[in-house]
């Protein structure tokens, strides 16, 4: 038995301006841009559900109203369906108990650190997950069932890893390996945020997936600004560790970085590819494109 307070919600911070898919998000939340026909926000949802995360709290800022619209009854839409005979069961995973889809408004851009403070008030005294849309984590299990079991495991604060190419370390924040716990769990003993590639401690890279203890909260509360002028979860992370356990989940799947163009495509790609209803014909299409 333990006394370890299950993981019940999960920070998504949306309020960015999606700038580097402008015109495209002149007027639609980048995390609405579909990947085939499911948009980036509801693969980070539905990857929460899976983990068994009932509360899904939404940091957005202005302009995102349509978010939580995705995630509301449309009454005239299922009407209508319902009128010509046309099922709704691809409107569940749009439906949520009411109070189980939480907002609260980041008024002033300062960095993904801030982003998560702004959670604070619900998400309490309770351990929380946080996922970084923009990063599409697709994995059998899903990356945070992944990481929900291995906080089950060793509670305390986890954080989801990939390895890569040395050369690319400085775009990301890099932990510094401790213990071995299992092929795919890893203590963490310290973290920097963007380190120059000479610097870095290792090639494991942080890929937007968080399993945090509520102690955060109060550590931002006082976070000085970091790296790109904003305040840093990461070197809000990092000085936590050595006051509470710290371990990398090394996610077992793949990631594709939908915060930019060209991880946009590979991500639309590689799903359509993998779609019985469509992933022949997708295959077709790409072979001739290459062969023009």
């Avoid at 939340?29 to 709290?57: F, H, S, T, W």
Wanted: glycine share 10%; proline share 7%; charged share 25%.
């Amino acid at each position: 038995m333990t006394d370890r307070k299950p993981i019940r919600k999960a920070v998504f911070p949306v309020a960015g301006l999606g700038t580097r898919f402008l015109p495209a998000t002149k007027a639609i939340p980048k995390e609405l841009l579909p990947i085939v026909d499911r948009p980036l926000i509801q693969y980070a949802v539905d990857e929460a559900r899976e983990a068994g995360i009932e509360q899904m709290i939404f940091v957005t800022g202005r302009g995102k109203t349509a978010i939580v619209e995705h995630f509301d009854i449309a009454y005239e839409l299922e009407t209508t369906m319902s009128e010509r005979g046309k099922s709704l069961d691809v409107l569940a995973p749009t439906r949520f108990t009411p109070g189980d889809i939480i907002t609260v408004r980041q008024q002033v851009p300062l960095g993904l650190g801030h982003a998560i403070w702004c959670a604070r008030a619900i998400v309490g005294d309770e351990p929380f997950a946080i996922l970084l849309p923009d990063e599409l984590m697709i994995g059998q299990p899903g990356c945070m069932k992944q990481m929900v079991d291995a906080y089950n495991q060793v509670g305390g604060n986890l954080i989801s890893v990939l390895e890569v190419p040395q050369e690319s370390v400085s775009s990301y924040g890099v932990i510094a390996p401790g213990e071995t716990v299992s092929d795919t769990l890893t203590e963490v003993t310290g973290l920097v945020e963007k380190p120059p590639v000479e610097q870095a401690p290792s090639n494991k890279i942080i890929s937007g997936r968080y399993i945090l203890q509520p102690e955060v909260m109060r550590t931002l509360e006082d976070q000085e600004k970091g790296a790109g002028g904003e305040i840093q979860l990461t070197d809000a992370m990092a000085r936590m560790i050595g006051t509470q356990p710290f371990h990398a989940v090394t996610f077992g799947g793949n990631r594709y970085d939908c915060g930019s163009k060209t991880g946009f495509v590979e991500a639309t790609l590689a799903l359509a590819l993998q779609r019985e209803d469509m992933g022949n014909e997708v295959r077709a299409i790409a072979q001739r494109l290459l062969a023009e």
